[in-house]
């Protein structure tokens, strides 16, 4: 937001911070899914069309390219790396939800295999494409390098493509948030149950809080890239891999074959170790960025 409307309004980052999280408040009443659905579907659009531009832009600069642009693999990195793409896959929290809510629940496992497959393959084609087009100069956000590189034009559609992302993206994550909030701590506040007397009191102060918090780490931490790998070493390898397979092998034991329970249990152990070192380089990098 900040670099789309600089030139209009002279706001640093902590203004610009507390502009997004009011716009982001009533967003956050929203209690009926299939709305959600319809928001969470926009913010899928938009980041679509943001791979495209990237894919477009950097195709027709192809005549450039060189292997010799794409970065050395670097250990001291890697891991750090490794917590961010675990953080981009860490949507397990709101599959229940979409599973409860489709209208055909067989075909859940078919969709979120095609989904997992489609979003895999755009991910690898962004990540080598913008590699070979800007090599080690390459953005942990790829579209400053648009405006780097690429007139202000296309670097404001992807800008205001981004927020639009953000924008619809995080009312169903703080759905799921509130949701896990009321089921811990409402039944020690029976006044404020649904249809009760004070209902709106409690939804009013836990989704502002809620966003309050949210505002608080972006100012407290102004590294997304850093932050976004220590949740996802810390959480993402939970929720994505260790927690997944522990559950099937301890209620799927006596049915599954013997290289399953190996298979499973190789992936429990990864995410065990990528979770730990993506963290340990993580909070390291993020100390040595505060200083």
Known sequence: SS????????????????ICALAMLPTVFIKRLSILAWLSMLAVVAVFIIAFILLGFTLGDSNSWTLDKIPSFNINTF???????????????VFPGIEGSMQKPMKYKSVTHRAFISVTAVKFLVGLFCCLTF??????IVIINLSLSYGSILSKIATVLVIINIYFSYPLNMFVVSG?????L???FPLCYNHKRYNYLWVLFTRTFLVLSTLGIAVAVPHFGLLMSIFGSLFGACIT???PCLFHLQLKWNKLTWYKK???????LFGIVAGTLGL???SIALKNALH
């Open 280 to 282: 340990s380089y993580s």
């Open 3 to 18: 670099d789309l409307f600089k030139e209009l309004f002279m706001l640093n980052l902590k203004e610009w911070c507390l």
């Open 241 to 243: 891999m260790i927690f």
């Open 186 to 188: 409402l039944p020690k």
């Open 262 to 268: 190996v298979c499973e249990m190789l992936i429990v």
């Open 180 to 184: 896990t909030l009321d089921i811990i």
């Open 135 to 140: 090599g080690s100069n390459t953005k942990s």
């Open 79 to 93: 891991p750090v790396s490794l917590g961010i793409i675990m953080f981009s896959y860490c949507g397990h929290t």
